[in-house]
């Protein structure tokens, strides 16, 4: 189960991310690949140890069909909200921000406008604070 942890972890990470830096690929990839080799290590240890009634338990896992079918489902079950969300705010914002442009270019205040005359002169000019906040926004 702690497998299904490990993916979902790593995409979150994955999908949080604003940059990708090579420490931060290096640090998702390889807690992915090496999570197997510490089962199998582990594994290996604990028979040499002489807990036999513990070994074999990874050889038993990827081998059942049950695991592959929860670390797929597990992740996505997860993860679909998260991405349901940036797909959805991303849309939604596109779309406000596209209508709200058109808003602007009909006021016919531009960014110079804000910067030669300032910002409480714009207010003045425009006579209402929802236009002032619509030109600030889409500027």
């Known amino acids: 189960m702690f497998s299904c942890v490990l993916v979902v972890v790593s995409a979150k990470a994955s999908l949080e991310a604003l940059t990708w830096s090579i420490l ?3 640090a998702i990839w390889s ?34 069909p049950v695991f592959w079918k929860l670390l797929l489902i597990v992740p996505i079950a997860c993860l679909l909200p998260d991405i349901c969300y940036k797909v959805g705010r991303a849309t939604i914002v596109r779309q406000w921000t596209g209508s ?18 300032g910002e409480e002169r714009v207010r003045a000019r425009l006579n209402d604070e929802s236009n002032v906040s619509i030109v600030l926004c889409c500027l």
Do not use: F, H, M
């Open 24 to 26: 931060c690929q290096l």
């Open 31 to 64: 807690s992915l690949l090496l999570w197997p080799l510490y089962l199998l290590l582990s594994d290996s240890l604990l028979q040499g140890v002489g807990l036999r009634n513990l070994t074999g338990a990874y050889t038993a896992c990827t081998q059942s």
């Open 100 to 117: 709200k442009k058109k808003e602007v270019d009909e006021l016919g205040v531009t960014a110079d406008d804000i910067e030669e005359l």
